[in-house]
């Protein structure tokens, strides 16, 4: 037993340029393997405390700088990752659970190139000015950082979606003070590694690891931290947002989704199928943007059924550094389980399993065997009132139903209390602006999934959020305006 703790990765919080240890730990699971493989700090309030404290005296210094000199520095930093590149995607996969492949050649690739986008766009803003000669005046605006951070990422994309939280915020002249999921912990704290070498100056980016009930709770109550951006579930977001409200902090929230894909009669099915097969399964499906819900118009509903099912059938689920896989394991124990009792509730209800979990049997490698594993499942004869068609699953789990006119399927896609993404396949392309247009989502695709330009707006309608980033809205949303009026 001493000889296993003795090889268990122990991680230690940044603070300050200096690596600290805690006073006490959570244990974070291999979820390929189902063991320990890595303790990482418990943190709370005198922690963030003392983050927050390093943040606020980095501020002056960094905030000073020009754009320039921050992205220089944010440009050497992403040169940094991409040269471990492999190490960063290997640990990746064994934290997360995701696919070796999926780790190469997205989360790490995107973590870099989120560095270098904001390196760029934070050269390329532009402030208004505007005369009034009756009056005798010139009127200008300034943009300047806010302060201190707070950064709050989730565990399905963990170095992604966190360094798409940090390069803005640093780019603009902010310092932050980062929680990454407590069970995604790895990637961040090798980030903190490659800092000082990038020339990134002590205190202004800490990184506290711990609980979303302490180290988070005290984030975000913290009066010192003025604005909070935090992807994760809307649970906690309604939470953060009460927990905020007596300060009055500005929030950037990306919450859930439950995704439809819209699937017209005139579809290209050879490209529409393998894309929807990765909108729905990608990254054991735990991706905020996954299609959950699939209508596909009754005249062709048939034939894309049983070509899904069985292209579905095809993906194959195992050992996650295995660059044959294509499914690795779901995070934890817990969320397996919950995942599981849906596609249960599900044929409670009447519906139909028609591959996947419970109908086909799970072939793991002998060193995989308690690992977090679920197959591609595709339910059908499912009711849009079913929680499998209404609550986000977050796994790898889609409902294929059909459905008649245009009318119909734009009301029953509306018809949850999400509104993140939604792709539509169709060659009409009037239709396709149509739909488009009525769709009650911050992102549509169409005849694609997951195309993304980082300068346009990323974030939801309804319960999928409030806010956006991307270029210009993470500079909005990173820094203060202020309107500068001389007369002369």
Same mark, same amino acid.
């Given at each position: /037993?001493?000889? =296993? ?10 603070i300050g340029g200096k690596f600290i240890p805690c006073s006490s730990y959570i244990d974070s699971y291999n979820p390929s393997t189902g063991d320990v493989y890595c303790k990482v700090p418990d943190s709370g309030k005198e922690e963030v405390e003392a983050a927050v404290k390093a943040a606020k005296d980095a501020f002056p210094i960094w905030s000073s700088k020009s754009p320039l000199e921050r992205s220089q520095i944010l440009n050497k930093l992403a040169d940094l990752i991409e040269h471990d590149l492999e190490a960063f995607a290997q640990a990746e996969s064994k934290d997360q659970g995701? %696919? ?27 402030? !208004? ?36 939280? &940090? ?16 069970? %995604? ?5 090798? /980030?903190?590694?490659?800092? !000082? ?27 010192? $931290? ?27 929230? !990306?919450?859930? #989704? ?38 596909? =118009? ?35 124990? !817990? ?35 308690? #690992?977090?594993? /679920?197959?591609?499942?595709?339910? %059908? ?18 409902? $294929? ?59 939801? /309608?309804?319960?999928? #959020? ?17 309107? &500068? %009026?001389?007369?002369?």
């Amino acid at each position: /037993m001493m000889a =296993q703790s003795k090889a268990l990765l122990v991680l230690e919080n940044f603070i300050g340029g200096k690596f600290i240890p805690c006073s006490s730990y959570i244990d974070s699971y291999n979820p390929s393997t189902g063991d320990v493989y890595c303790k990482v700090p418990d943190s709370g309030k005198e922690e963030v405390e003392a983050a927050v404290k390093a943040a606020k005296d980095a501020f002056p210094i960094w905030s000073s700088k020009s754009p320039l000199e921050r992205s220089q520095i944010l440009n050497k930093l992403a040169d940094l990752i991409e040269h471990d590149l492999e190490a960063f995607a290997q640990a990746e996969s064994k934290d997360q659970g995701k %696919t070796i492949t999926f780790a190469r050649t997205v989360d790490i690739p995107r973590a870099a190139y989120n560095f270098r986008f904001f390196a760029s766009s934070i050269l390329h803003h532009v402030t !208004e000015c505007t005369e009034m000669a009756t009056m005798g005046c010139v009127h200008y605006t300034l943009r300047a950082p806010v302060g201190v951070a707070g950064l709050i990422s989730p565990w399905n994309l963990p170095l992604y979606l966190l360094t798409w939280k &940090i390069a803005p915020a640093i780019a603009c002249g902010n310092t932050v003070v980062a929680k990454p999921s407590e069970m %995604t912990s790895v990637t961040a704290w090798m /980030m903190c590694k490659l800092l !000082e070498k990038a020339g990134v100056p002590h205190g202004v980016v800490n990184i506290v690891f711990g609980t979303g009930a302490k180290a988070g709770e005290a984030l975000v109550c913290h009066p010192d $931290v003025p604005l909070i951006s935090f992807t994760g579930s809307t649970l906690t977001a309604q939470r953060i947002t009460e927990k905020s409200a007596p300060h009055c902090k500005r929030l950037s929230l !990306e919450l859930g #989704g439950k995704n439809p894909a819209i699937i017209f009669d005139d579809a290209d099915l050879s490209q529409c199928i393998p894309t929807t097969l990765r909108s729905s399964f990608a990254n054991q499906g735990e991706i905020c943007l996954c299609t959950s819900r699939i209508f596909v =118009q009754r005249g062709i509903y048939s034939e894309f059924l049983k070509r899904f099912v069985a292209e579905a059938k095809k993906w194959k689920t195992g050992n996650p550094s295995d660059p044959t896989v294509d499914v690795g394991a779901l995070i934890s124990k !817990e969320h397996l389980e919950k995942v599981r009792n849906y596609v249960k509730k599900a044929q409670a209800e009447g519906a139909r399993v028609l591959c996947g979990e419970g109908v086909d049997a799970l072939d793991l490698p002998p060193g995989n065997q308690k #690992g977090y594993f /679920m197959l591609p499942t595709v339910i %059908t004869e499912v009711k849009d009132e079913s929680c499998c068609m209404q609550e986000e699953i977050f796994g790898p789990v889609t409902c $294929v139903v059909p459905f008649d006119t245009e009318e119909e399927v734009i009301k029953r896609a509306n018809g949850v209390k999400y509104g993140l993404a939604a792709t539509v396949w169709s060659g009409n392309v009037g239709r396709v602006h149509r739909v488009a247009r009525r769709l009650q989502s911050g992102l549509v695709w169409t005849n694609c999934w997951l195309m993304r330009d980082l300068n346009l707006p990323f974030g939801g /309608m309804k319960a999928s #959020g409030i806010g956006r980033e991307g270029a210009k809205d993470s500079y909005e949303f990173f820094t203060e305006v202020k309107t &500068i %009026t001389i007369k002369h």
